[in-house]
């Protein structure tokens, strides 16, 4: 049976104010899911509660029928969802080498060699920067240790919060393909994204949120169809679908 992360009405506060309200989506393995809106939307306190760094006041988050509402982050990570947050989160004062073995401390000595293999057989250049101190690479590369950060703790989920962000397009689509991979071998993706044309092209489903409520729920197509349907949750910018 595949897995199944399920998000029910969750309602979310931060600073006595309401971010998330009622909101509800689902994420299966193997799919990839966009989440757009404009900027204080909600995505990234979402992506927040959902791993455990904020506490959520109302709601349920269930994996495989697990309720994760306001366990530690760390329980929530080894249960196998693994967030990659937004502004190229690294530890910068350790080594990328010591950046992974810290996000797969809990794992076995073989098992911990044999994942940071496996993010250097996804980001080769990583490897020759491994004894690097992590806050001394540039963006692209420190995305890349937070991408790999995520991989060691083998998820079943991934939550993706605006990756292209300040980045070359080259390295964008790098990372998206990575991404595309991952989903393809079966883990489910929660993508945010400020590329809608990139988001659009990698989802098998979109949730449109603006004020903490998901304001529309789709195909990608339906999306690229009725560009209005962003426009009126108040999405700044003006998008062209037509380069998905």
Request: with cysteine.
């Amino acid at each position: 049976m595949s897995a199944i992360l399920e998000i029910d009405n969750l309602n979310v506060v931060r600073g006595h104010k309401p971010v998330l309200r009622n909101l509800s989506l689902r994420i299966e393995a193997g799919k990839t899911i966009a989440l757009l809106g404009p900027n204080g939307a909600g995505k990234s306190s979402l992506v927040l509660a959902m791993a455990g760094v904020l506490p959520i006041a109302s709601g349920t988050i269930r994996l495989d029928g697990q309720n994760l509402v306001n366990l530690p982050p760390e329980t929530i990570r080894r249960s196998g969802i693994a967030a990659i947050l937004e502004g190229h989160q690294v530890l910068t004062d350790l080594t990328v080498e010591e950046n992974l073995r810290v996000a797969g401390f809990y794992l076995g000595q073989a098992d911990l060699v044999a994942e940071m293999n496996q993010a250097y057989a996804i980001f080769p250049e990583l490897l020759d920067l491994r004894k690097r101190l992590a806050g001394t690479l540039s963006g692209g590369q420190q995305q890349m240790v937070a991408v790999a950060h995520a991989l060691m703790a083998r998820p079943k989920f991934i939550l993706a919060d605006e990756l292209s962000l300040g980045l070359a397009p080259l390295i964008v689509k790098r990372l998206m393909n990575v991404l595309e991979a991952l989903a393809n071998k079966g883990c489910g993706i929660l993508l945010i994204e400020q590329f809608t044309h990139v988001a659009l092209r990698l989802a098998d489903y979109v949730y449109v949120v603006n004020r903490g409520r998901v304001h529309f729920q789709g195909l990608p197509a339906e999306v690229k169809a009725n560009p209005s349907v962003l426009h009126e949750a108040y999405l700044a910018g003006d998008f062209d679908l037509a380069k998905s």
